[in-house]
């Protein structure tokens, strides 16, 4: 490279790096102009404002700033409980994520996370925002969402003590031993004694129909091991939790005959919860290479939450996902 074009480099430099702090600045000096508008109770025109200007910087290219000033808006308007304006530029987050085509990244993961623990847990925006959240955040490697955004709702809905949507989120993610870990509170606060097994038996199950055998195996270790009420096993005291411990193994080990033969011996367990046979049909196919029933036992209500519960690896190349990412009772 010669000195001169050495030099014109260095300048293009400096002028992207000046400009780069130019934006920056005039991002903050706005953002001091708003904060002062809703520090004052103009909580209309400061929304307004940031409507403009938001509309003002996507035209302009500028997504990066759009979304920053969008985000801290948010916060802002939370801060002063207002949720309806914070909500609204929380969704112009995402639009500013989808316009620009932005790639999946943790700290923006983490944005999202924090607005969705801020929104009002019953607030129809909430479920609007979480399943549009999801959506975008599949960028084509899992269709029902990321599994570490699901992981970071799952966490705030467990310290809402929301125990079944946090459920739900921690399948898709890859916390195996938090979902125990949340599994063992929901147990100890809202369960039975004699449930105890049931409240891990349900989630190995699922998580073995998504294919997921390696966070079954995490699930029902934790599980065990850190539940006040189950002995160190195995085996045992419940018969159950032998069942999903010797299930887990024929799982590892692929031979149709030992599946069968425990499936059968332990069916007076099995029979404690009509969904648990469903499961085990589901994964014979996945594991065992079980042909699926021409007809399944359960239609209505049951047949759909085994759908939404396993379809998630089933659509086939150019189907799309299901667009609702919002949390499926499984109970």
């Known amino acids: 490279m010669s000195a001169a074009e050495q030099q014109e480099e260095e300048g293009g ?36 404002m940031y409507r403009t200007l938001f509309f003002r910087y996507m035209s302009q290219a500028k997504h990066p700033e759009a979304r920053e000033l969008m985000f801290n808006g948010a916060l802002l308007f939370f801060s002063y409980n207002q ?18 085509e932005t790639k999946v990244e943790e700290d923006i993961l983490d944005q999202l996370a924090k607005i969705f623990g801020l929104m009002d847990p019953n607030s129809p925006e909430r479920v609007a925002f979480v399943s549009r959240a999801l959506k975008w955040s599949t960028g084509g490697s899992s269709k029902l969402g990321h599994p570490k955004l699901h992981q970071l709702l799952a966490v705030t809905l467990w310290k809402e003590q929301n125990y079944s949507e946090s459920r739900y989120h921690f399948l898709h993610s890859t916390d ?20 105890v097994d049931m409240f891990v038996a349900q989630a190995v199950l699922q998580f073995l129909c ?26 045992f005291g419940q018969p159950l939790l032998n069942f999903i411990w010797f299930l887990l193994l024929a799982v590892d080990g692929g031979k149709l ?44 209500l049951l047949g759909n939450l085994l759908n939404s519960l396993m379809g998630s690896g089933e659509e086939e190349e150019g189907e799309e996902a299901p667009e609702d990412g919002s949390p499926i009772e499984l109970d």
């Open 13 to 48: 430099l400096r002028c992207t790096t000046t400009s780069s702090a130019r934006n920056r600045g005039g991002v903050q000096r706005v953002e001091g102009k708003l904060r002062a508008s809703v520090e004052k109770g103009d909580y209309y025109e400061a929304h307004q």
């Open 83 to 100: 949720q309806n304006s914070a909500a609204d530029l929380a969704m112009l987050v995402l639009e500013s994520l989808e316009k620009s």
């Open 176 to 195: 195996g031993e938090g979902c125990a870990q949340m599994l063992v509170e929901y147990s100890a606060s809202r369960g039975f004694r004699s449930e």
């Open 210 to 235: 998504l294919k997921n055998k390696s966070g079954a195996s995490v699930v029902f270790s934790t599980y065990t091991e850190k539940h006040p009420s189950i002995e160190k096993g195995p085996p």
């Open 257 to 300: 005959t030992v599946f069968t033969v425990l499936c059968e011996q332990y069916q007076p367990s099995l029979k404690r919860d009509p969904m648990y046979n469903e499961y085990l049909d589901r994964i014979g196919q996945v594991f065992f290479g079980v042909p699926p029933k021409q007809n399944s036992s359960y239609g209505g």
